[in-house]
């Protein structure tokens, strides 16, 4: 059945925070642990019903990598929606997530709507961003907050679909 709408959607954060494995997740919950650095820009769609809607969500990961990323202007145009990754158990990542939110802001669509997710919240033993401090930061940036793992599973569907609603 054709879609009523299709969403572009960004996924961003440093290197290795999990971003290809959330999206792997999302449109064909699959998981790898050997996953390979991004290299280049690619996509993959998921269709969800939101609200009595055919929603194509058409979610775009590149390299979280500098040396990879001459590519912004390009990655953001009509992007409605941006994941923004860390990884809970590396506290640059989310240090880095002010800088991200700048290129955000200076990239993309002003209306975009962003997500934040704290990723690899399975590895609880490791942490070393507190879910309060991140919440807090998201609310202040008005972005929306989620913690999830790609590896479980937990809380990803619930974080892409709330994103998606919130486009909507
Ligand atoms: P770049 O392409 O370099 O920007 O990396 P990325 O952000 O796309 O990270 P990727 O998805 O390739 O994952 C990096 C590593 O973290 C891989 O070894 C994954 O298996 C691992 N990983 C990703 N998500 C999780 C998670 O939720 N839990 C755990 N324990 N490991 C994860």
Redesign the pocket.
């Known amino acids: 059945m054709e879609e009523d709408y299709v969403f572009k959607i960004v996924?961003i954060?440093?290197?290795?925070?999990?971003?290809?494995?959330?999206?792997?997740?999302f449109t064909r919950d699959e998981?790898?642990?050997?996953?390979?650095?991004?290299?280049g820009i690619e996509f993959q769609t998921r269709t969800v019903d939101i609200a009595r809607r055919r929603v194509k969500a058409q979610i775009w990961?590149?390299?979280?990598?500098e040396r990879?990323r001459a590519v912004t202007t390009a990655y953001y145009r009509g992007a409605l929606g941006a994941v923004l990754?860390y990884?809970v158990?590396r506290r640059r990542t989310f240090d880095h997530a002010a800088r991200w939110v700048d290129e955000l802001r200076a990239h993309a669509d002003k209306s975009i709507v962003v997500m934040l997710v704290g990723?690899?919240?399975?590895?609880a033993a490791g942490r070393a961003v507190a879910a309060d401090e991140a919440a807090a930061f998201a609310e202040e940036q008005g972005l929306f907050f989620s913690e999830?793992?790609?590896?479980?599973g937990e809380n990803v569907e619930r974080a892409f679909l709330r994103l998606l609603e919130e486009i909507h």
Do not use: E, W
């Not at 999990?18 to 792997?24: F, I, R």
């Not at 998981?31 to 290299?39: A, Q, R, V």
């Not at 990723?119 to 590895?123: H, P, T, V, Y």
């Open positions: 996924v954060g440093d290197s290795a925070v999990g971003k290809t494995q959330l999206l792997g997740r998981f790898f642990l050997d996953s390979k650095s991004t290299i990961d590149t390299a979280g990598q990879y990754v990884d158990t990723n690899k919240a399975d590895l999830a793992s790609a590896l479980s």
